[in-house]
């Protein structure tokens, strides 16, 4: 029962209580007192049950707090070991690459050496292939055997010779070289012409004899055969010439065609044998020689004169001198 209503009912029951006769007074007397005794008992009980309710509940409370707890700490836990595990794993796995990166390196210093010991075989076997006379320095007392005769020989293409029915030969390894060239300095709008190549040791004889002939031994020796000679018996070289020119080789240094060969003959394998001012012969500049694209190259950048350069250093570019 709700306590205002309890209130209402004491108030009626006292009223009534008042305006009764002495035994109804009585009666009413122990009637109020047990409804009060009863909702006392029942507010009390209400009271009790209510406490009881809530220390059930705040013991709930309590574990259900604890139980969480241990499982924050369980998950905490768990979540601890997960990290260690991905650490060492990622650890186990920076490891792994550094010994990837390790063995890639070894691989590669070992592809390195195989590579540069199938180059050196390759060096080896081209350098057995090629004639070593096709680098050596000649002088006067040092010329090319008089048996010697190249390789193989190709025809100069007839529209570069100066003499067109007189067939000129090369080198046949040199040929492309010096199509190339003169297919080049051509486009470039010059008439580069060619007036000797390879020459015979016979046909050497007879043409020095024939100077001789004309101008008496000692003139002969000074500007015909002797160093030049044998690079003419050996192929590479050839002596050019321009329509202004003609036959004669003078003033070929003053032409664009000779420009032309200085700024870029060495692309093509060709240097000036005989240069200005060389202490080993006379100025021959039009007297070029075939010493391959990668030697011709070093001289020209070091601005040196192949005469000049140790026999030694040049034997290294004789493996390449047709590469
Ligand atoms: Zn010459």
């Given at each position: 029962m709700p306590q205002?209503?309890v209130?209402?009912?004491?108030?009626?029951?006292?009223?009534?209580?008042?305006?009764?006769?002495?035994?109804?007074?009585?009666?009413?007397?122990?009637?109020?007192?047990?409804?009060?005794l009863s909702s006392f008992g029942y507010i009390f009980y209400t009271y009790i049950h209510t406490i009881n309710k809530l220390d059930v509940l705040?013991?709930?409370?309590?574990?259900?707090?604890?139980?969480?707890?241990?499982?924050?700490?369980?998950?905490?836990?768990?979540?601890?070991?997960?990290?260690?595990?991905?650490?060492?794993?990622?650890?186990?796995?920076?490891?792994?690459?550094?010994?990837?990166?390790?063995?890639?390196?070894?691989?590669?210093?070992?592809?390195?050496?195989?590579?540069?010991?199938?180059?050196?075989?390759?060096?080896?076997?081209?350098?057995?292939?090629?004639?070593?006379?096709?680098?050596?320095?000649?002088?006067?007392?040092?010329?090319?055997?008089?048996?010697?005769?190249?390789?193989?020989?190709?025809?100069?293409?007839?529209?570069?010779?100066?003499?067109?029915?007189?067939?000129?030969?090369?080198?046949?390894?040199?040929?492309?070289?010096?199509?190339?060239?003169?297919?080049?300095?051509?486009?470039?709008?010059?008439?580069?012409?060619?007036?000797?190549?390879?020459?015979?040791?016979?046909?050497?004889?007879?043409?020095?004899?024939?100077?001789?002939?004309?101008?008496?031994?000692?003139?002969?020796?000074?500007?015909?055969?002797?160093?030049?000679?044998?690079?003419?018996?050996?192929?590479?070289?050839?002596?050019?010439?321009?329509?202004?020119?003609?036959?004669?080789?003078?003033?070929?240094?003053?032409?664009?065609?000779?420009?032309?060969?200085?700024?870029?003959?060495?692309?093509?394998?060709?240097?000036?044998?005989?240069?200005?001012?060389?202490?080993?012969?006379?100025?021959?500049?039009?007297?070029?020689?075939?010493?391959?694209?990668?030697?011709?190259?070093?001289?020209?950048?070091?601005?040196?004169?192949?005469?000049?350069?140790?026999?030694?250093?040049?034997?290294?570019?004789?493996?390449?001198?047709?590469?």
């Amino acid at each position: 029962m709700p306590q205002g209503g309890v209130k209402c009912a004491t108030i009626t029951l006292m009223k009534n209580f008042f305006m009764q006769p002495i035994n109804g007074k009585i009666l009413l007397g122990i009637g109020l007192s047990v409804v009060s005794l009863s909702s006392f008992g029942y507010i009390f009980y209400t009271y009790i049950h209510t406490i009881n309710k809530l220390d059930v509940l705040s013991t709930d409370l309590v574990n259900t707090k604890n139980e969480y707890q241990a499982k924050i700490y369980e998950n905490q836990t768990d979540i601890k070991k997960m990290s260690d595990e991905i650490s060492s794993i990622v650890n186990t796995l920076t490891d792994e690459q550094k010994k990837s990166l390790l063995i890639g390196d070894q691989l590669g210093a070992i592809g390195q050496q195989v590579g540069a010991i199938g180059g050196t075989v390759g060096n080896l076997e081209k350098l057995s292939k090629t004639d070593p006379e096709l680098l050596k320095k000649y002088s006067k007392v040092y010329f090319l055997n008089e048996h010697y005769v190249p390789l193989s020989l190709s025809n100069i293409d007839s529209k570069y010779l100066i003499i067109k029915n007189t067939p000129l030969q090369i080198h046949s390894s040199v040929a492309p070289y010096l199509q190339r060239l003169l297919d080049d300095s051509t486009s470039s709008g010059l008439s580069p012409e060619i007036i000797s190549a390879f020459r015979s040791f016979g046909s050497q004889a007879l043409l020095k004899s024939s100077y001789k002939f004309t101008y008496g031994a000692g003139t002969a020796n000074a500007f015909s055969a002797e160093q030049g000679y044998s690079e003419h018996q050996l192929g590479t070289t050839v002596d050019f010439a321009t329509p202004t020119t003609g036959t004669g080789f003078s003033g070929f240094d003053k032409t664009p065609e000779y420009t032309w060969l200085t700024n870029n003959a060495y692309k093509y394998g060709f240097i000036i044998s005989y240069p200005e001012n060389n202490s080993y012969y006379k100025y021959e500049p039009w007297h070029w020689r075939f010493v391959g694209v990668a030697l011709a190259t070093t001289l020209h950048n070091r601005n040196e004169y192949f005469y000049n350069m140790d026999q030694r250093e040049i034997d290294t570019y004789l493996a390449n001198i047709f590469d």
